[in-house]
């Protein structure tokens, strides 16, 4: 029953600095409980308490949490005839919080400082009120802000009767009172600069420090998305192979992983900051970056595995994914991944730099050793099993277990289960 999480801590004794530091990262992440007396196991061990225990304890979260945080209960409660004391804190409203002078957050089990750019990525949604701009309502826009031919192909797209631009704009839910929502001109506007100072995408083509070929792409988010993935696409090496009697052109990075980032980094900038998306092509790598960082319940390790979405412009957001422009909230950045993998390149690099964000496609394969390519080269010629292949190498089955995992997470080999045995291939 009694078990850790990223809502739920237990502690055995009181230890006060432990206690307020959990407190202050659960009213900065989404609130938890702790219970006090329970071991790490989930055993209830019972604690000891004193005629002024409760009220020391909230008179420690007052002085020493910074602001402090409302709607906290301290309680007794029973488990297993013994005392523990249960500690709830909602998520606050007024976060960030700060213990000791640091903001703490939950992730998983675990208490994390925030990073600055976490920090102010939280303070930004303070100010904002919400994650993103694109509800807001934007007082001189009109009709003519609008592009028809763009309201049109997106509503044969999505599968909708296009009457004319109010009722498409109205049935969207990008009015309000009368007024357009930010997103109505951020996706679909003739001339989205005139709101948003220096919107756009530039891209760039570099041979060294020296740039070869540069656009800008300022059309609204709905119309660029291909503009700007047919110019990363054809500055970037591709390779042929025939299919019937059609040659038929490969990408070095493929289409939908390029869709993907640059789909990804329109939909969770930050509109706020006068600022453009820059994209870079170099010989051996593409740079897709972003102004605006990632949310603070959400680190830079999330985004290699499974994650929850927070979306800084959710209306945004829900028109792109009206259109199949993104599948699911949360799964973007582990489908790039994927893509990558499966054209046999290394993982992209995420990572968030003075109130950017930016990817990083890598061109070239993952480092390989000879263990690895001779793996490689007697699975062209038959596929095996986990035996066959241990004593053709000569390896440890440890060994040859990671290598298996590291060429099958790399593209370069997969795996078939027949029976009870895992046969490999290329």
């Known amino acids: 029953m009694w078990k850790e999480s990223e809502t739920i801590e237990l502690k055995e004794g009181i230890p006060v600095s432990d206690i307020l530091e959990t407190v202050c990262a659960f009213a900065n992440t989404k609130g938890g409980t702790l219970y006090i007396g329970i071991s790490d196991e989930g055993k209830a061990k019972g604690i000891t308490i004193g005629a002024n225990t409760l009220e020391n304890l909230a008179n420690d979260m007052k002085r020493d949490i910074d602001p402090a945080v409302g709607g906290v209960s301290i309680e007794v409660i029973k488990v297993d005839d013994k005392d523990i004391i249960k500690?709830?804190?909602?998520?606050?409203?007024?976060?960030?919080?700060?213990?000791?002078?640091?903001?703490?957050?939950?992730?998983?089990?675990?208490?994390?400082?925030f990073t600055p750019s976490q920090l102010e990525a939280l303070f930004m949604k303070k100010v904002l009120g919400m994650h993103g701009v694109d509800?807001?309502?934007?007082?001189d826009a009109t009709l003519e802000d609008i592009d028809e031919e763009s309201?049109?192909?997106?509503?044969?797209?999505a599968g909708r009767i296009y009457h004319d631009k109010a009722h498409a704009l109205k049935s969207l839910g990008l009015i309000k009172e009368g007024k357009f929502l930010a997103a109505a001109v951020i996706f679909f506007g003739s001339s989205p600069e005139r709101f948003f100072p220096l919107y756009g995408v530039k891209c760039a083509t570099m041979a060294g420090n020296?740039?070869?070929?540069?656009?800008?792409?300022?059309e609204n988010l709905y119309a660029s998305v291909d503009k700007v993935v047919g110019f990363i696409l054809r500055n970037t090496p591709s390779s042929y192979k025939i299919e019937g009697t059609r040659r038929v052109e490969l990408p070095r990075i493929p289409r939908d992983v390029l869709r993907e980032a640059v789909v990804n980094a329109m939909i969770h900038r930050d509109y706020s900051m006068g600022s453009s998306i820059f994209i870079r092509v170099s010989r051996d790598s593409v740079s897709i970056k972003n102004p605006g960082v990632l949310p603070p319940t959400l680190s830079v390790e999330d985004l290699y595995k499974e994650h929850h979405s927070e979306p800084r412009n959710k209306l945004l957001a829900e028109l792109a994914h009206n259109v199949k422009?993104?599948?699911?909230?949360?799964?973007?950045?582990?489908?790039?991944?994927?893509?990558?993998?499966?054209?046999?390149?290394?993982?992209?690099?995420?990572k968030e730099d003075k109130g950017y964000f930016e990817v990083m496609l890598l061109m070239h394969e993952p480092a390989l050793n000879k263990r690895q390519k001779t793996i490689i080269a007697q699975l062209k010629t038959k596929e095996m099993d986990?035996?066959?292949?241990?004593?053709m190498s000569g390896s440890s089955e440890r060994t040859i277990r990671?290598?298996?995992a590291f060429l099958e997470r790399a593209g370069f080999v997969r795996k078939e289960k027949r029976g009870r045995k895992n046969y490999y291939h290329t």
């Open 87 to 113: 500690i709830t804190v909602p998520e606050s409203a007024t976060k960030p919080h700060f213990f000791h002078d640091k903001a703490h957050n939950r992730v998983g089990r675990t208490n994390q400082v």
């Open 135 to 139: 509800s807001k309502p934007l007082a």
């Open 151 to 157: 309201l049109k192909k997106y509503a044969k797209e």
């Open 210 to 218: 020296e740039i070869v070929e540069m656009s800008d792409f300022r």
């Open 325 to 350: 422009l993104i599948e699911h909230w949360g799964t973007g950045t582990t489908k790039i991944i994927k893509g990558m993998r499966e054209q046999g390149l290394e993982d992209p690099v995420f």
């Open 386 to 391: 986990i035996s066959a292949i241990i004593a």
């Open 402 to 404: 990671s290598d298996l």
